[in-house]
């Protein structure tokens, strides 16, 4: 049994031996919260857990004949604002027709096995219903003639727990919802390290530390995506927990557009976070039996430090988030021709690109920006998804039959939300942009966005869409995003309703996603946004897979996918070797150390092969052959963080098999160290420590608990004068090692 319930004391217990999460009704009707952490055994009362009878000085409290029961200072489950808790709320709803502060107070409960899915929306799921159990809590508000249905899931083996909620209109006139949050959560201290990924453009996801104080501390996005500056993606690091070891708290909140993670600690540092769609420009009108329905927040408990934490999320993600077959599929090996040709390609040259790469092992080629409408630069034809038949004209259909005779696949590049001012599209539907109508539109990449809100435009992209796949039988699809939005406005909404306009467009996102994937499962699809600005779990929902960052340099892609990685799958960041110097920082790094940073994800290349000398060319087949035989242990291992670049010179992670007979290692040094010292070694980590391994290319064995204690000895390093037995040296070093057990 996972889920436990009291029904005298109206208790409940979510526990699967890994971690529990319980509440209970408090005496005025609401929701009070008790305990989140490391699993509890189950016992008939948990009452004790919240102090109700000791009165506090200058609070107020809720009934006359008990001063120490005030909502200031207690923990809640899903609060409202203005019955004496001055901390902000969970949710802010209000009549059209009247003030009121909400009420909700606990009606009745549901315990379902498995999970529902949540309709419109990307959520985690189940395919058996042993997976997991739901309890679903309905509270009602008379006054509002609302119903508020809190949705918590807890899966069977995995330190997991999903929280969503939806609010019912029972009554005849409208609702109007300003706050609305997908989770609230109250700590009963502040004694916490919040760790975030922040960044921008080419440079996203780093990593972000700072203790958490008394006030409010968030992140956020108002752009129309999760962006590159913020990812919806927030950890509660205890003070001795490291890496491996002690107590980490992480939420993830599966949603692609504005959303707010915020912690307020108070008075008495009880911190409060509450997970959600971002309230700043929200308002949704709720009309007479209609419901509204919030994204879903993750929550994962690591008493095994923050990699404990990230391979909660990874297993999770994997098994209960991508879908269909490419949860176990493997992904094709890649090349983009974007930065071997930009605008400027023919069939000539896509196919001789082909042929080259399909001689190194490559197997799948696409064709990014450029190919349709008059799209000779950034400046024209977007929503136009016809061929340009100046560049190919043979059509679409004789490209990819060619490149698929070189015995690759065919994939191509889309980016539906945009439309050009200069297009074909934009001349007859000016009205189809988003925008306020007589007022200045502001461009992004000399671009507007579409409006998502309405059907009909979604319609429109998924004929035009639906129609190439079939006509080239498409693998695979780049749905690309370059900027983000502005004068969020639709003409098809009324002025009232333009509060629903970021949600709802969204929306249209979602749904074009879904009829797609639905319709051609065997399409392997790659979010972008710019690089990484869309690099969340919503999109991880339809695209198994998502393009990290624009910035394919390898020493940058060291704290970009080092962050990602705090909660996303290694086999969900496109990792591509570039040509150098690098056309993000003009970096010229060992196409070596390319290689080794990119194989620690779904790997690919951004070069023309064409140009390659014979030895970069026997090199890169060696990488293929490499990642060929090793992609399985990546895609479903257990991955681990070493060293972090964000605190030293040194960047080294780990991927170990789920039986831990094997693991590749990933090592790097940026620069170089004048007389290093003698002796360098690796600390290993997630092998069986009495098991004998073996490093491939070696003679030489080492049990599990040498290389985690001991560590794994790295090649001798240049010092100065040992020139003629020095293995490695200079700035960008890296090396990969493939560990293998082996009987001992």
Known sequence: MLIHVNQEDRQFHLTNGQISYIFHVMKNGQLGHLYYGKALRNRDDFSHLQVYDVPTGATTHVYADDPAFGLETLRQEYPAYGNSDFREPAISVSKTTANHVPHFTYDSYQLLDGKPRLEGLPATYTEEQ???STLQITLKDEFLQAELLLNYTIFRDKPAITRSASLKNL????LVIDRFMGASLDLPDK?????????????????????LETGIQSIFSLR???SHHHNPFLALQRPEATEHTGEVYGFNFIYSSNFLMQIEVDHY????????????????NLKPQASFQSPEVVMVYSDQGLNGMSQAFHTLYREHLIQGQWKKAVRPILINNWEATYFDFNEEKLVEIAKSASQLGIELLVLDDGWFGKRNDDTSSLGDWHVDLNKLPNG???????????GMKFGLWFEPEMISPNSELFREHPDWAVGIPGQHYTLGRNQLVLDFSRPEIVDYL????????????????KWDMNRNITEAFSQKLAVHEQGEFFHRYILGVYALYDRLTSEFPNVLFESCAGGGGRFDPGMMYYAPQAWTSDDTDAIERLKIQYGTSFAYPVYSMGSHVSAVPNHQTLRTTPLQTRANTAYFGTFGYELDPVKLTEEERIEIKEQVAFYKQHRELIRDGHFYRLLSPFSKNETAWMVVSQDQSEALIGWYKVLATPNPKKQQTLRLSGITASNMYKVAGSERTYYGDELMNVGLPLPTEFNGVNGGSAERGGDFQSQVFYLQQIEG
């Open 191 to 211: 004694d916490f390290t919040m760790i975030h990924l922040a960044g921008t453009w080419s440079r996203e996801r780093h990593v972000k530390e700072r203790k």
């Open 462 to 477: 998924y004929e035009k869409m639906s129609a190439i796949i079939k006509q080239t039988n498409l693998a695979y699809i």
């Open 396 to 406: 679409l259909e004789s490209l990819a039959m060619k490149i698929t005779e070189t």
């Open 130 to 132: 042993h997976e997991a």
């Open 171 to 174: 009554g005849t006139g409208e």
């Open 224 to 226: 129309g995506v999760s």
């Open 269 to 284: 540092d009880m911190a409060r976070l509450t997970v959600g769609i971002h309230p700043f420009g929200f308002k949704w």
